[in-house]
């Protein structure tokens, strides 16, 4: 059953539990001038791909990779 949390007083509840093949945590995503540039420069760096860079609409491409500790990092951009 997901747990209930409190926070700034205000009682939130999730939505479901974590599986435990996934990592709980928080992940962003950075705005880029290339996002299929910076996704390959995060693999030349050790980066693990997790979503290979992807058109969303026209104009916006978007890639996620595993950087080192398993930190999830999105890209968005043209």
Excluded: C, N, Q, Y
Excluded at 9 to 38: M, N, Q
Excluded at 45 to 63: F, K, L, Q, S, Y
Aim: hydrophobic share 40%.
């Amino acid at each position: 059953m997901p747990a209930d949390a409190t926070v700034s007083g205000e009682r939130l509840r999730a939505i479901r539990a974590t599986k435990p093949s996934e990592t709980p945590g928080s992940s962003f995503a950075v705005h880029v001038a290339d996002t299929r540039a910076a996704f390959e420069k995060a693999l030349r760096e050790g980066a693990e791909e997790v979503v290979p860079p992807t058109r969303v609409m026209e104009g916006v491409t978007i890639a996620v990779v595993r950087a080192a500790g398993g930190v999830p990092i999105g890209f968005s951009g043209p």
